[in-house]
């Protein structure tokens, strides 16, 4: 079986403590307490279901249990099954209107059945309801009148009806469970009459006496509507975890069943003549005192047993939250609590110690806000009111103000208490000191614009130092340039100035193509400078986009380019330069396509 099903605890409340870890898998005393209350419902509603069925085939068995016994009238079973379904609406933990209103009803119901009975009986009435659904025979066993219930029946009727209306009220609860529990001692008077025999006791007078059926059936309602609120009033002492409900419940049901027994097993050894009465008295005595002795020992133990658990669980729940303080007053970052209103209820150790003040001085007596920077405390109020509406914010950044009127920089994670109804009680806030963080920040901002600032001073200098070699080189390679454009030129200004001066020269065609031959190889010769020279530098924004070009062609460029500034130069200290270019032909690789 399964053991968290209900039905398997529905005893446990009245045996167990609710912290016992069998009683308390998946229910505690109270939700066993409220589903016992509401099983037992159903077993009165099903009580007035099967008299009634008793009634219509006309079942002895049904009606009156016993045979030749007095039967439960059908108003008394009718009005069972209301009492049922109003004790079944009084077990549950929440109720709606329409929930509430139908538990008046049925209750009212009750309370006006039990009242109209009783005022027939008192008042020697007829009001024509007592056979209104079935005729009963005149003269029935223990019968006042034809279908008339019984007078206890009616006085319960109005008790029951009474304490349910008035269970709805909390500070009725103890005069409401007093009038539930009174036709249960009825009922157990009844049910003595008829266990012993003895008709005074399930019998008043002239008037109808009390069924069996109907002696069951009202101790089960009245357990019912006494366990529908175990919370409240006299039920909370039985219901209670301590050791007085623990004995409360462990004695009184087995104690009740053995006195009865022990009782009717006296009577009955007396009947067959085993002892006399005095013999049975004292014999009752003894076992009774016996079985009260090994009662109050065994719950003496069982009490022993609750105790070490009890103080095992204090013991580890002391040692937890000793454990939880430090990690409360410890941790890394501060904590601390606020009321509706905003002052700190609550602050952790290391909070203080950041902002130097001590408990006392800041516990139930400073605000927040007032530890906050002047500037800072109008964005603060925004962020509470978004708190109120949102019910949290994180990553708020404040600057705080320490005892010693230094700043701290601190982020601020905030989250609403709210009670059952919405309405905001105050906060809980998580604090992180930023301040070391902010300032390696700002030294960081600071070196970065330094070494930016150094940078860019360190590229003007190269760019300055990359100018002056380029002009440098440029010069130089200016003038080795300009020579070579004049030992180019010279030919052709001497040949040019040799036929304008004489010009009879030009009549020798021989001589002629020979100096126009001399002058347009220099001319030549000028071009491929200008050529080379043009492949070697090139402007910027001349060219765009990269294409190939061939390595040789680049250094025998330089060569050339250069040999007025190697060449001549040693020529005029008396020295020789030969330069010899071992190149091996490449095929230059495809430009890439654009």
């Not at 601390?336 to 905003?342: K, L, N």
């Not at 440098?472 to 004049?486: F, K, Q, T």
Request: hydrophobic fraction near 45%; aromatic fraction near 8%; charge should be positive.
């Amino acid at each position: 079986m399964n053991p968290r099903f209900p039905i398997t605890r529905l005893l446990a409340a009245f045996v167990r403590p609710s912290h016992d870890r069998r009683a308390a898998e998946g229910y505690g005393a109270e939700d066993t307490a409220r589903i016992a209350s509401r099983v037992l419902s159903c077993c009165v509603g099903a009580t007035g279901f099967l008299v009634l069925l008793g009634w219509t085939f006309d079942l002895a068995i049904f009606k009156s249990v016993l045979g030749g016994a007095v039967s439960m009238k059908p108003n008394v079973a009718v009005t069972l099954i209301p009492a049922a379904l109003a004790a079944w609406l009084l077990g549950a933990k929440e109720q709606d209107r329409i929930t509430g209103y139908l538990l008046l009803a049925c209750a009212a119901f009750v309370l006006l059945m039990g009242a109209v009975h009783l005022s027939q009986d008192i008042f020697d009435l007829d009001f024509g309801i007592d056979q209104m659904l079935f005729s009963d025979k005149p003269g029935e066993v223990g019968t006042f009148r034809p279908g008339r219930p019984a007078i206890a029946a009616s006085f319960n009727f109005v008790l029951l009806g009474t304490a349910m209306l008035l269970m709805r009220f909390r500070r009725a609860a103890v005069t409401a469970q007093i009038m539930a529990l009174f036709p249960a001692i009825l009922a157990f008077r009844g049910l003595l009459g008829y266990l012993f025999e003895v008709p005074e006791f399930y019998g008043y007078g002239k008037y109808t006496d009390m069924a069996v059926p109907g002696i069951f059936a009202y101790m089960i309602l009245s357990a019912a509507v006494l366990l529908a609120r175990p919370n409240q009033g006299i039920m909370d002492a039985v219901m209670s975890p301590g050791a007085g409900g623990i004995l409360m419940r462990r004695l009184a049901p087995p104690m009740v069943v053995l006195l009865l027994v022990l009782a009717w097993l006296r009577v009955l050894g007396e009947e067959k003549g085993l002892y006399d009465e005095q013999y049975g008295i004292t014999l009752t005595i003894l076992i009774a005192t016996l079985m009260l002795g090994l009662a109050i020992y065994l719950s003496a133990r069982y009490l022993t047993r609750v105790d070490q658990e009890r103080m095992r669980m204090k013991k580890a729940a002391d040692d937890n939250a000793a454990e939880m303080l430090d990690l409360f007053n410890n941790a890394p970052c501060g904590y601390h609590s606020t009321d509706a209103d905003g002052v700190i209820t609550r602050i952790n150790d290391t909070e203080l110690a950041w902002l130097g003040y001590r408990r006392e001085e800041v516990a139930g007596r400073m605000k927040f806000s007032g530890l906050l920077a002047p500037s800072g405390r109008n964005d603060y109020g925004t962020a509470i009111n978004a708190l109120k509406e949102r019910g949290a914010f994180e990553g708020f950044e404040l600057v705080l103000r320490r005892k010693d009127g230094s700043p701290m920089e601190a982020l601020v994670n905030s989250q609403a208490v709210r009670d059952g109804l919405g309405s905001f009680l105050g906060s809980r806030d998580t604090v992180f000191d930023i301040t070391t963080k902010r300032r390696t920040d700002r030294a960081l901002r600071e070196s970065n614009s330094q070494m930016r600032a150094a940078l860019e001073k360190l590229q003007g200098v190269q760019s300055k130092m990359t100018e002056q070699a380029r002009m440098r080189a440029l010069g130089e390679m200016s003038s080795g340039i300009a020579h070579e454009i004049n030992n180019t030129i010279a030919p052709i200004l001497g040949f040019s100035e040799t036929m304008l001066e004489w010009p009879e020269t030009l009549d020798n065609r021989k001589q002629t193509v020979k100096f126009l031959r001399i002058i347009h190889r220099a001319a030549a010769d000028a071009a491929a400078v200008v050529s080379r020279l043009r492949k070697f530098y090139h402007r910027k924004g001349e060219t765009s986009g990269m294409r190939g070009q061939s390595v040789n062609g680049m250094v025998t460029d330089a060569i050339i380019l250069t040999q007025p500034m190697w060449k001549n130069r040693a020529m005029v200290e008396g020295k020789t330069i030969q330069v010899a270019a071992e190149i091996r032909e490449t095929r230059p690789r495809k430009e890439p396509s654009r």
